[in-house]
Nanobody, 120 residues
Framework: QVQLVESGGGLVQPGGSLRLSCAASGRIVSINALNWYRQAAGKNRELVAAITSGDSTNYADSVKGRFTISRDNAKNTVYLQMNSLKPEDTAVYYC??????????????WGQGTQVTVSS
């Protein structure tokens, strides 16, 4: 059984920074794409940032230049460094991963979500 566990959310003032982490555990063979999504109250879930197994990255226009996604393959962990936070970044942030686990099956997994609130 594969699990994704997020951490690092919280309350921060506008202009501040937070770093989210998402660690995958279980009988993992390989991790392909790693993604961060967010869902604000009353809105659809949206893709914020993505990183491939080859470390190519992609960002939503709303976070380009402010957020950075990275991965540590040795720790099966993906990070989201969020700088210059704005009130409109307030949302529940979810990590998502495409993972191959024993007995050699690919699956699409989600974390439980972590709340990020940007407010003065």
């Amino acid at each position: 059984q594969v699990q994704l566990v997020e951490s690092g959310g919280g309350l921060v003032q506008p202009g501040g920074s937070l770093r989210l982490s998402c660690a995958a555990s279980g009988r993992i063979v390989s991790i392909n794409a790693l993604n961060w999504y967010r869902q604000a109250a009353g809105k659809n879930r949206e893709l914020v940032a993505a990183i491939t197994s080859g470390d190519s990255t992609n960002y939503a226009d709303s976070v380009k230049g402010r957020f950075t996604i990275s991965r540590d393959n040795a720790k099966n962990t993906v990070y989201l460094q969020m700088n210059s936070l704005k009130p409109e970044d307030t949302a529940v942030y979810y990590c998502n991963a495409r993972i191959a686990s024993l007995p050699l099956t690919w699956g699409d997994y989600w974390g439980q979500g972590t709340q990020v609130t940007v407010s003065s």
